[in-house]
């Protein structure tokens, strides 16, 4: 809706009656705004007056008389046509405009923009952010293993009794994670035997052996599945958890109160949780591995006709102690896989709330990976101990 | 013994980094002043108090309470220098899984040997000191800002402490409850006879306690020495003047 004509004036109109029209007389521009300036509807462009804007114009002026209301629509509009014109060295008279938009306009142009160092610089080529992010990895390296240290030395202090925690803690938390887990470790366990008893079924069928799906399904429950899942889960229900209680505290300076008082905050708030995810992680993966083998025992007598006793025998047969042994010490290892995660994630949070969201991610992440690479290291060890 | 200030700090810098927050920072707080640290935001108060407390290590320099070096010390002395300290932290830093009570028990618990019944005694008459007698088995969340800092206040001073350090003890609060504290302080140096530091940038707060100060430039990275902070009002350098009055002067 743009018209030039030959005396230098043209016009440009919105829809809801707000009209730019600019007049040109030798050197200077002058341009009109009338009607209404507001967000809600479409305004003209400014590349209207960017157009008209050609080299012999060294001088813009404004006429608002017949302007009615106008917000940040009309406010940025401006602001882009005053840029334009210091880009070109135009000089602008603002006479023209209501007090009020000169105002906000003075304001807005008082501090001139910063150029930020160091922002900006985040987004690379993919080999910069592999870099950056490998370099990050290596960097957060030795605080784990400083972490480590510390809970080692509060350990120590623990059996030599100079530990100091309060024993009322641990119980909530033995509690928290104890029988509050044993709903989810219970319809997760059943549900991996019953998978686990399909999946031999179909296998073992093959061969006419289906009475080795109790085998299967014992040993792979005792020994791997129910410290991996029960593992999993509590990385997932109990590792963000520390790592948000932690990152909170941190947040609040309750850390550091307890720093400037000598109180270690190992002792005080890891030790607690490492005990009593070690103490009851293992009991969960007991569990988890008997719901498992129950689904097993009612898939196989319900769906494969396997009696009952026959099953049973199955799996006495093939349960050894050693299993229930190899599974407890990954129940163990795993609980305290994810305490480590946990705290660590939750000791080192930032200070603001965004930053205890990222610790909970992170503490989770950093769970399933410590206890992905613990299983396999301690498959391979056990298989080559023939244990 | 008597000739030694309570804290000296020696030449002392503070870094993040390769960034340098305040440096060559020398000065001395002397038995019963209350001592103001103030700034504008950003300038490095909390950095330098994290300094004195032990929660960062400064980059050079020293800091002295009773002519010990705090910082080259070996860990034990270090933990017993720190309990000649009680700190007050901005938000409170209330434990908050403890109720009032056991948040003030637990430095009594930890390095005095008292009886429980003994503690209970102690706690609660920390607690009325401050004004909240009765609030003995509230938690940190069922509390009003203020109640909050008094409460941080009685457990700062669980210990007895010879120095207690307080960072922006009026941040937060209306200006009668930040009046109330100011009083507060004033009366605890008064009758226990504490030495007190405080870092603020709450002028009425600044002018009402003060009794040294030293004012902390974010633009040089350095201090202004400013003395008692009224008469830095009255005649002082202009930079801290013109930080007094809200920038009239």
């Given amino acids: 809706m743009t018209e030039g004509n030959p005396e230098g004036v043209s016009t440009s109109a919105g829809e809801a009656g707000q009209k730019l029209e600019t007049r040109r007389t030798d050197v200077s521009l002058l341009v009109v705004l009338s009607g209404r300036w507001c967000l809600d509807q479409a305004l003209p462009s400014r590349e209207h007056v960017e157009r008209e804007l050609s080299a012999v114009v060294r001088r813009l002026t404004f006429d608002a008389a017949a302007l009615g209301a106008w917000d940040s629509g009309l406010l940025t509009f401006l602001a882009g046509v005053l840029k334009a014109c210091a880009v070109r060295g135009i000089e602008v008279d603002q006479g023209g405009l209501p007090e009020g938009i000169r105002h906000l306009l003075a304001m807005a142009f008082a501090v001139p923009e910063q150029k930020v160092a160091g922002r900006g610089s985040r987004n690379g080529n993919l080999l910069v952010r592999v870099g950056t992010a490998a370099m990050e990895f290596f960097r957060g390296a030795p605080a784990m293993l400083r972490f480590l240290g510390e809970i080692t030395l509060s350990f120590l202090r623990l059996f030599t009794g100079r530990a100091r925690f309060r024993a009322s803690d641990m119980w909530i938390e033995i509690e928290q994670v104890g029988p509050r887990a044993l709903p989810i470790v219970s319809v997760i366990s059943f549900l991996v035997g019953l998978i686990l008893a399909y999946l031999g079924a179909d296998q073992l069928r093959l061969v006419g052996a289906q009475i080795f799906i109790a085998d299967l399904v014992a040993i792979g429950m005792v020994r791997e599945v129910g410290a991996l899942m029960t593992g999993i889960i509590i990385a997932g229900r109990t590792g963000a958890a520390f790592a948000a209680q932690l990152g909170t505290m941190q947040v609040n300076e309750e850390i550091d109160a307890f720093k400037t008082l000598g109180i270690s905050p190992v002792d005080f708030l890891v030790l607690p949780r490492m005990l009593a995810l070690m103490l009851m992680v293992p009991l969960l993966t007991l569990y988890a591995g008997f719901v498992g083998m129950l689904a097993g025992l009612l898939v196989s007598t319900l769906i494969f006709d396997i009696s009952f006793f026959e099953y049973y025998n199955e799996t006495l047969r093939a349960l050894e102690l050693k299993h229930f042994w190899v599974g407890l010490s990954k129940g163990t290892v795993y609980g305290a896989m994810v305490a480590f995660a946990g705290c660590l994630r939750g000791m080192q949070c930032g200070r603001s709330a965004e930053a205890v969201g990222e610790a909970a991610t992170s503490a989770v992440v950093t769970a399933i990976l410590l206890i992905t690479i613990a299983a396999s290291v301690m498959t391979i060890v056990y298989y080559q101990l023939e244990i | ?249």
């Fill in chain 2, 1 to 249: 013994m008597t000739n030694i200030p309570d804290i000296e700090v020696r030449d002392l810098s503070m870094a993040y980094g390769d960034f340098v927050v305040q440096r060559d920072l020398n000065f001395t707080v002397g038995k019963g002043d209350i001592f103001v640290i103030m700034g504008g935001n950003g300038c490095g108060k909390t950095t330098l108090m994290r300094a004195l407390t032990g929660l960062q290590q400064p980059a050079s320099g020293a800091v002295f309470y009773g002519g010990e070096d705090f910082w080259n010390v070996a860990p034990e002395d270090q933990t017993r220098l720190k309990r000649r300290l009680g700190i007050m932290f901005q938000g409170g830093a209330l434990w908050s899984s403890l109720t009032l009570a056991e948040n003030v028990a637990l430095p009594l618990a930890e390095y005095a040997e008292l009886s429980p019944a003994r503690i209970a005694e102690i706690v609660s008459f920390k607690l009325a000191l401050v004004g909240l007698a009765g609030f003995e088995d509230f938690y940190p969340s069922e509390l009003s800002g203020g109640m909050k800092k008094r409460a941080s206040l009685a457990r700062a001073m669980a210990l007895d402490p010879e120095i207690l350090i307080i960072d922006e003890p009026s941040s937060g609060l209306d200006p009668l409850t930040a009046r109330r504290l100011d009083d507060l302080i004033l009366e605890l140096r008064d009758s226990l006879g504490a030495t007190i530091v405080v870092i603020s940038h709450d002028l009425a707060s600044i002018l009402a306690i003060g009794s040294d100060s030293i004012y902390l430039d974010a633009d040089t990275h350095t201090m202004i020495p400013t003395g008692n902070p009224r008469q830095a009002l009255a005649s002082g350098d202009p930079k801290v003047r013109h930080f007094l009055t809200r920038g009239t002067a």
